[in-house]
Nanobody
């Protein structure tokens, strides 16, 4: 059973930056693509970005493109989300997710990720 622990959220002014972390345990982290999702109040959880098991392939939704950067450190079993130029509409609880199967290539498909098991998430609040 994979356990995911997100951290790094907080309150930041519009235009500011945050770096989120997600540490995984319980499975061979380096074999699995990882993704970040977020859920704003009153809205459904949405896919934000994904990274392949090797880190060589990344994907960003339009909302994240140009402002967010996903990366990973397989030795530390951690995936990161660097968020710059934050906007109030980025306010949400951010969650990471692991791929359903190892060596997933299509990191852009939110259905590739195991959305049945989540960590506690980390709150990001962007003030205007």
């Amino acid at each position: 059973q994979v356990q995911l622990v997100e951290s790094g959220g907080g309150l930041v002014q519009a235009g500011g930056s945050l770096r989120l972390s997600c540490t995984s345990s319980g499975r061979t982290f380096s074999s699995y693509a990882m993704g970040w999702f977020r859920q704003a109040p009153g809205k459904e959880r949405e896919f934000v970005t994904g990274i392949s098991w090797s880190g060589s392939t990344t994907y960003y939704t339009d909302s994240a493109k140009g402002r967010f950067t996903i990366s990973r450190d397989n030795m530390k079993k951690t995936v990161y989300l660097q968020m710059n130029s934050l906007k109030p509409e980025d306010t949400a609880v951010y969650y990471c997710a692991t791929a359903k199967a190892p060596f997933v290539v299509v990191v852009a498909d939110p259905d590739s990720y195991d959305r049945a098991h989540w960590g506690q998430g980390t709150q990001v609040t962007v003030s205007s």
